[in-house]
Nanobody, 126 residues
């Protein structure tokens, strides 16, 4: 059973930066991926980014690509989400997730992730 430890988040002004981290107590195997979804008030949950262990690359939503960078520290089974050039529309609760998506085409689907963290608030003000 994965146990996710999240940290980071907070408040920042438009154009600022924040970093999230997430550590998993279990060892990755197979199609393992770790990343984040977010949910803003009165909006649906949406994919943000995920790191796929099998191919060693990050995957991003169109809304954050070029501004956010996901990376991992393999030995610690920890993933970081560096968020730069933040916008007001990035304000949301960010949830760390772990799962085994059935290939890259499924990596953006929330149903592919079995384990969800408690969430971290990110607030961007103008």
């Amino acid at each position: 059973q994965a146990q996710l430890t999240e940290s980071g988040g907070g408040s920042v002004q438009v154009g600022g930066s924040l970093r999230l981290s997430c550590a998993d107590s279990t060892r990755p195997y197979g199609e393992y991926a770790m990343g984040w979804f977010r949910q803003a008030r009165d909006k649906e949950r949406e994919f943000v980014a995920a790191f796929r262990w099998r191919d060693g690359r990050g995957y991003y939503s169109e809304s954050v690509e070029g501004r956010f960078t996901i990376s991992r520290v393999d030995a610690q089974n920890t993933v970081f989400l560096q968020m730069d050039n933040l916008k007001v529309e990035d304000t949301a609760v960010y949830y760390c997730v772990v799962g085994w998506p059935a290939g890259p085409l499924r990596i953006r689907h929330p149903t592919e992730y079995m384990h969800w963290g408690q969430g971290a608030q990110v607030t961007v003000s103008s």
